[in-house]
């Protein structure tokens, strides 16, 4: 029986790996206050490692990003698969489900997220499918802004693309800091102006993490390091702009101990409260 009940997440988030279960169910760090898992990674399993993850979830605020949805691939909707989906979310009583604002399926499964084209018909289809998405879970699909490398057929901007298929999906959006720091180097754009042009309304929580860099003008968006002092910035400014809103550290390789993350995550918390608290000064 569930003992947590569907309030909204709030604070600062870690996504959970296998490895770290044990060491979560014995002792959960303080700066940890909700869980981001992948569905596709526990939907198939049973047994012991069900029983630890059950654990966690009736104890802890979770929600779901998801890795293969494929919302923009020129393949069928996997309806089962959609299906599957919401009964998990059901299951651990998770009321968030995020994916990317990509693909990564055609004929087949290309193990990487890949670009949709920028243009007026990308939109429309991208928005049809989201919306058959949101009708099968009867709740909103958030969908995150992708780090990309090339930009075939390009009609508009990331920005106005971003923007567009929000507003005809009438779906919502996980801003992910890294992502816009990483493609603003990649492409040559204001990250900061990226960052204003996102609707405030439709912002339903962050992503920060690490990068690689490859060189001067290509970063590669890993997950596999620390944060850097522009990220921690525009995070920073993402809190002026649109709210400080739940925001969750993305760190899939070269995975530290808890104690470094924990870190990290107090760094979250802190320009969370200086934000709030000069807030608080402007409208006394």
């Known amino acids: 029986m569930h003992t947590m009940t569907k309030l909204p997440v709030s604070g600062t988030g ?5 490895e770290m279960l044990d060491e979560l169910i014995t002792a959960k760090p303080a700066e940890i206050d909700f869980f981001e898992v992948a569905p596709e990674n526990w939907i198939p399993f049973g047994g012991k490692l069900q029983k630890k993850f059950q654990q966690l979830t009736e104890q802890h605020r979770f929600i779901c990003h998801g890795l293969s949805l494929s919302i923009g691939s020129p393949a069928s909707l996997d ?12 299951q651990h009583n998770i009321s968030l489900y995020s994916e990317h604002l990509s693909y990564c399926s055609g004929t087949g499964h290309l193990y990487d997220l890949m670009p949709i084209p920028f243009t007026d018909e990308a939109v429309g289809y991208v928005a049809r499918r989201v919306r058959q998405v949101q009708d099968i879970l009867e709740q909103p699909l958030i969908l995150e802004n992708v780090s990309y490398y090339a ?7 990331e920005a106005d693309f971003t923007r567009a298929v929000l507003q005809e999906a009438d ?8 992502n816009i720091y990483v ?5 040559g754009y204001s990250a900061s102006e990226f960052l204003r042009a996102m609707p405030s309304e439709r912002i339903a929580y962050y992503h920060i993490a690490g990068h ?5 003008d290509l970063l590669v968006d890993t997950h596999g390091a620390a944060v850097i002092d522009p990220v921690w910035q525009l995070l920073q400014q993402a809190y002026q702009c649109h709210g400080v809103k739940p925001t969750l550290l993305e760190r899939d390789f070269n995975i530290p101990q808890l104690s470094v993350l924990s870190e990290e995550l107090q760094q979250i918390k802190a320009i969370q409260q200086l934000v709030l608290a000069d807030n608080l000064i402007l409208r006394a």
């Open 14 to 18: 870690l996504g959970l790996r296998r």
């Open 79 to 90: 309806v089962v698969f959609v299906k599957q989906v919401k009964q998990f979310l059901r």
């Open 151 to 157: 930009a075939p057929g390009q009609q508009m901007s």
């Open 171 to 178: 779906c919502q959006l996980l801003l992910d800091v890294n």
């Open 183 to 187: 493609n603003s180097v990649n492409h």
């Open 212 to 216: 690689f860099k490859e060189a001067e």
